[in-house]
């Protein structure tokens, strides 16, 4: 009986780069250029908001362009992180958990030096990062455990 996986279908993978690769593009726009389309200034529910002034479960109104591109990037990451492998192994379920122990460390670290070295809004920003960091860090760690693992596989192959 096959068991229970919480990855999802590997077709989903290069929907993945497209989502993060778009929510780059209009994140990058927003921010460096500064561009605040007119039809993305929207009046939406917010639990909590603080600008000029605090606001607490009111509508407001809002840029939603930051909002579309940070969970395109989010999700975006996020499928490309969890999505199944061509050919998947028993092994592999061991060097995700790898990942996750090693991502979590450096995760970890990022936050206090951040704690340590940035203060006010820069420390929002570092914050920020923070959320989509840790899916990069994860798919870089399990990469490279799994490339170790295939160039140790073919090494003892050729003995």
Do not use: C, D
């Amino acid at each position: 009986m096959k068991g229970f996986s919480f990855l999802l279908p590997k077709s989903l993978k290069p929907l993945g780069f497209v989502f993060t690769g778009i929510g780059i593009i209009l994140a990058f726009i927003r921010f460096h250029f500064g561009y605040k389309p007119e039809f993305m200034e929207r009046k939406v529910f917010a639990l909590y908001s603080l600008y000029i002034q605090s606001k607490t479960l009111q509508v407001i109104k809002n840029q939603l362009l930051e909002e579309i591109a940070g969970i395109l990037i989010i999700v975006g990451l996020y499928l490309i992180a969890f999505t199944k492998e061509k050919v998947e192994n028993e092994s592999f379920n061991a060097l995700r958990l790898k990942s996750f122990f090693i991502t979590a460390y450096l995760n970890l670290l990022f936050l206090l030096i951040a704690l340590l070295f940035t203060f006010g809004l820069g420390f929002v920003y570092m914050l920020m990062l923070s959320m989509g960091l840790w899916l990069v860090i994860y798919t870089l760690t399990f990469r490279l455990l799994l490339f170790r693992n295939r160039k140790n596989q073919h090494h003892l192959s050729n003995l």
